[in-house]
């Protein structure tokens, strides 16, 4: 709101708001990511988990996984709907189970093929079971990260894209 001092017109107070007006969309967008960033680091860490303890116990590096990937996907995506993109109720079947079935298998594949490739890598080399664990963990872990910027923008532009967004406190002027 422009104010007026001496007849002379303030226009401070105008532009500092249409510049906040401009950059509203940014904080959103980073509470987002963070939120989403988080439910993904604990859903990672079940996931290592499951993992590390089904290869510990001998599974085949594609069944273990596959089932650590599910282990953390199912939980990831009840805590990111609801924390990072603030939706409530019932999800939507068409909309966004879906949707976030199609993305979450995407990475998932890639996560779980990358493994499985890595474990036909060092099956030659005839690692011993605690190195050959560190090695297949360490490609897991390495595939999650590599596809969470492409899986959160993908959630956010068309799985939650009709979500309501999360408010961020403004600071009193």
Do not use: C
Not at 6 to 24: E, I
């Amino acid at each position: 709101m422009a104010g007026m001092h001496n007849g002379v017109v303030s226009t401070a107070s105008t532009s500092a708001g249409q510049a906040q007006a401009a950059t509203s969309s940014h904080p959103r967008l980073l509470v987002r990511l963070f939120r989403a960033a988080t439910s993904s680091a604990l859903a990672t860490g079940i996931s290592q988990v499951t993992l590390i303890g089904l290869l510990w116990w001998g599974a085949a590096p594609v069944l273990a996984s596959a089932l650590a990937f599910i282990a953390g996907a199912i939980p990831n995506f009840f805590l990111a709907r609801r924390w990072a993109w603030g939706r409530r109720g019932t999800p939507p079947m068409r909309s966004e189970l879906l949707p976030y079935f199609v993305v979450i298998g995407l990475a998932g594949l890639a996560s779980v093929g990358l493994t499985t490739f890595a474990g036909w890598l060092t099956e030659p080399l005839n690692l011993s079971g605690f190195v050959r664990i560190v090695v297949l963990d360490a490609v897991f872990l390495g595939s999650y990260a590599v596809v969470f910027v492409m899986k959160f923008a993908l959630l956010d532009r068309l799985v939650f894209r009709h979500a309501t967004r999360i408010r961020v406190a403004k600071s009193p002027s």
